[in-house]
């Protein structure tokens, strides 16, 4: 059973930046893709990035284009979102999961299981 650990939430001010782990087990880190999601108080979950298992493709929401950075280490099975130029309508809980299927279909159905979830609050 895989098991996906978060890590690295907190309060940072607009404009700061924050890096997020991803620590998984629990199956061949490679063969799946791993994406991060979000969700607000009273909004749906939302995709963020995704990252394939070999680390040489990764996708982004237009919303976060451009300041977040998705890596992988494949060796320390852990995936990574460095979150650059953060804006208030960032905050939000991120959770990671990997797909067995296209990591373009960023439906959260096609992703699971899910790790706990970290907080990320962004300050004006």
């Known amino acids: 059973q895989v098991q996906l650990v978060e890590s690295g939430g907190g309060l940072v001010q607009a404009g700061g930046s924050l890096r997020l782990s991803c620590a998984v087990s629990?199956?061949?880190?490679?063969?799946?893709?791993i994406g991060w999601f979000r969700q607000a108080p009273g909004k749906e979950r939302e995709f963020v990035a995704a990252?394939?298992?070999?680390?040489?493709?990764?996708y982004y929401a237009d919303s976060v284009k451009g300041r977040f950075t998705i890596s992988r280490d494949n060796a320390k099975t852990t995936v990574y979102l460095q979150m650059n130029s953060l804006k208030v309508e960032d905050t939000a809980v991120y959770s990671c999961?990997?797909?067995?299927?296209?990591?373009?279909?960023?439906?959260?159905?096609?992703?699971?299981?899910w790790g706990q979830g970290t907080q990320v609050t962004v300050s004006s």
């Open positions: 999961a990997v797909t067995s299927g296209s990591y373009y279909d960023t439906r959260p159905a096609n992703f699971g299981p």
């Open positions: 629990g199956r061949t880190f490679t063969n799946y893709a």
């Open positions: 990252i394939r298992g070999s680390g040489l493709s990764t």
